[in-house]
C-alpha cells in the first residue's frame, strides 16, 4: 500500500496555470503507471494523464498541448502542470498509482485536490 498526497489546487481564473503535486510515501519506481485522473460534478471520474515506469505517455485529448505530467523517482513525486486553464477543467483531482501482477491490476488513490477554474 502507498498513501498519496495532493497538492496545488485553487481557484485560479481562466487562462492561468496550476501545478498539482502527488507525494507517495514510498518509492513511485514500483508503480507500473502513476497517473491524475478527475472528476467534475455529477460526472464519472476520468483519465486525465498516465506515465508509465517506461512507455508512452498518455493525455486526454481534452487537455493535450495544455497539461504535462512528470514524476520525479528521487522525490516520489508526480507532477501535472496545467496551463491555459479552462472552466470546464473544473473538478476533483486524484493521483493514483497503479501495479498490475499477472492479470491483477491494484489501484491506489489519493484524497483529491479541488481545481476551481472561474473568472
Known amino acids: 500500500q502507498v498513501q498519496l498526497v495532493e497538492s496545488g489546487g485553487g481557484l485560479v481564473q481562466p487562462g492561468g496555470s496550476l501545478r498539482l503535486s502527488c507525494a507517495a510515501s514510498?518509492?513511485?519506481?514500483?508503480?507500473?503507471?502513476m497517473g491524475w485522473y478527475r472528476q467534475a460534478p455529477g460526472k464519472q471520474r476520468e483519465l486525465v494523464a498516465a506515465?508509465?515506469?517506461?512507455?508512452?505517455?498518455n493525455y486526454a485529448d481534452s487537455v493535450k498541448g495544455r497539461f504535462t505530467i512528470s514524476r520525479d523517482n528521487a522525490k516520489n513525486t508526480v507532477y501535472l502542470q496545467m496551463n491555459s486553464l479552462k472552466p470546464e477543467d473544473t473538478a476533483v483531482y486524484y493521483c493514483?498509482?497503479?501495479?498490475?501482477?499477472?492479470?491483477?491490476?491494484?489501484?491506489?488513490w489519493g484524497q483529491g485536490t479541488q481545481v476551481t477554474v472561474s473568472s
Open positions: 514510498r518509492s513511485i519506481r514500483i508503480f507500473n503507471v
Open positions: 493514483n498509482a497503479k501495479l498490475v501482477t499477472g492479470l491483477t491490476e491494484y489501484d491506489s
Open positions: 506515465i508509465p515506469n517506461g512507455g508512452l505517455i
